[in-house]
């Protein structure tokens, strides 16, 4: 009967060790999944930064241009006045 026990002891321990091995292997599946998800964000973060900052030129660009733009209205709407023009 001691036998019996032992072996069923021992066969209790190679599952055991099946076990393990399989869970870290499904820990390493688990650990590059979450590396290449974060991979995956950090691209589509940069991704963003970069457009934000395109915008964001675009915008002070755009601000500036109007600003030209009303500064000249400005000056022909004076140069209008000058010249005894009507002002539509």
């Known amino acids: 009967m001691g036998i019996k026990l032992n072996l069923k002891k021992f066969m209790d321990e190679g599952k055991i060790i099946q076990k393990l091995l399989d869970h870290d292997e ?3 599946n688990i650990k590059t ?3 290449q998800l974060r991979s995956e964000l950090i691209n589509g973060q940069e991704e963003m930064i970069t457009i934000l900052k395109r915008l964001d030129e675009e915008r002070i660009f ?3 241009w109007i600003r ?3 500064h000249e209205v400005e000056a022909l ?3 209008r006045v000058k010249n ?3 002002i539509a």
């Open 77 to 79: 709407k004076t140069t």
């Open 84 to 86: 005894g023009l009507k």
């Open 26 to 28: 499904q820990f390493e």
């Open 33 to 35: 999944g979450i590396l």
């Open 68 to 70: 030209r733009v009303e």
């Open 62 to 64: 755009t601000a500036e």
